[in-house]
């Protein structure tokens, strides 16, 4: 592998972990997003999927998203009788989000787009320094 083919795998990384982080952000925004008339569901929390894709050109592996998947994971159910979405029974079905789950994920997408940021950041200054020799 050559010194710029570690700059398009880091930048695949960071691609990666930014679109993982829309998705955190999604399911943390609607964390508490209940439906609006008995029996309608509520939003589903949602999951990336990485896969390492060979870039045949280059003939590294890179990182990429390859799917949003929802996660089959039972809703939760509160009892709010008053609720405009409470079914015969008094609960109401809300989205199946723990957003302390989702704040350690996004804990770890940022540090892992942090480590392939300085990964540039250490190519780009090889890379600098190599063409300084040069001269």
């Not at 989702?102 to 787009?113: F, P």
Request: no cysteine.
């Amino acid at each position: 592998m050559q010194l710029g083919d570690s700059l398009k795998v880091a930048a695949s990384g960071m691609k990666a972990q930014s679109d993982r982080l829309r998705v955190i952000a999604e399911n943390i925004a609607n964390a508490e997003a209940a439906g609006r008339t008995p029996g309608e569901l509520p939003y589903r929390r949602k999951m990336v999927v990485f896969k390492n894709v060979l870039d045949k050109e280059l003939g590294i592996e890179t990182v990429k998203v390859v799917a949003r998947v929802p996660d089959k994971s039972d809703y939760i159910r509160k009892f709010e009788p008053y609720h405009p979405a409470a079914d015969d029974q008094g609960y109401v079905m809300y989205p199946n989000v723990n957003t302390i789950i989702e704040s350690v994920d996004m804990k770890e997408a940022r540090r892992s787009y942090e480590a392939n940021l300085a990964v540039i950041e250490v190519s780009k200054s090889m890379m600098t320094r190599t063409l300084d020799l040069l001269r």
